[in-house]
T-cell receptor
Framework: DAGVIQSPRHEVTEMGQEVTLRCKPISGHDYLFWYRQTMMRGLELLIYFNNNVPIDDSGMPEDRFSAKMPNASFSTLKIQPSEPRDSAVYFC?????????FGPGTRLTVT | AQKVTQAQTEISVVEKEDVTLDCVYETRDTTYYLFWYKQPPSGELVFLIRRNSFDEQNEISGRYSWNFQKSTSSFNFTITASQVVDSAVYFCAPPRNMLTFGGGTRLMVKP
């Protein structure tokens, strides 16, 4: 299995622009998570899905953030409009029965 | 609440020293799993181990060992004869493995 795939690996954008991060989970995993990692706040859970349904989005910082999972093999995290404080590494992870497996992350820089 | 506390934010050792990373957890569940992850300087998050709460036997994998003690709600991780390649941030993941991980413990192994 290829593992969790994220794209792009790096994104540099200007404040106010829309950013879309993409994730393909491991086939057969029924949970998908989006995390954000910064030096200040560590590894924060933003939202997670079970069988494509959002279960807990309490970590989504504000309405500028949205996440979708239209099918079992694809999810997006969108930031609109982006702000410099959104700069972070965004990880997607998927889980079958037990542990999570993480993608390589997307490093987002908003200037 | 489901959470972990890794009180050691940063540890520095010299190669070949043994080092223990502490993890204290909180949960109201009667059965649960605990996890450790490693994040090397390259940035990816790597799953290391899963332990079930009803199995308190210590786990050993090469130079790595884990001491799980339900009585003290601790799940500590020891690296024996540390090596430079062990330098990373180590995360103890909360029970249920679906919550914010926090900042982890940064281990620096110097030659």
């Amino acid at each position: 299995d290829a593992g969790v795939i994220q794209s792009p690996r790096h994104e540099v954008t200007e404040m106010g622009q829309e950013v879309t991060l993409r994730c393909k989970p491991i086939s057969g995993h029924d949970y998908l998570f989006w995390y954000r990692q910064t030096m200040m706040r560590g590894l924060e859970l933003l939202i997670y899905f079970n069988n494509n349904v959002p279960i807990d989005d309490s970590g989504m910082p504000e309405d500028r953030f949205s996440a979708k999972m239209p099918n079992a093999s694809f999810s997006t995290l969108k930031i609109q409009p982006s702000e410099p404080r959104d700069s972070a590494v965004y990880f997607c992870a998927s889980k079958g029965s037990y542990e999570q497996y993480f993608g390589p992350g997307t490093r987002l820089t908003v200037t | 609440a489901q959470k972990v506390t890794q009180a050691q934010t940063e540890i520095s050792v010299v190669e070949k020293e043994d080092v223990t990373l502490d993890c204290v957890y909180e949960t109201r569940d009667t059965t649960y799993y605990l996890f450790w992850y490693k994040q090397p300087p390259s940035g990816e998050l790597v799953f290391l181990i899963r332990r079930n709460s009803f199995d308190e036997q210590n786990e050993i994998s090469g130079r790595y060992s884990w001491n799980f003690q339900k009585s003290t709600s601790s799940f500590n991780f020891t690296i024996t004869a540390s090596q430079v390649v062990d330098s990373a941030v180590y995360f103890c993941a909360p029970p249920r493995n679906m919550l914010t991980f926090g900042g982890g413990t940064r281990l620096m192994v110097k030659p």
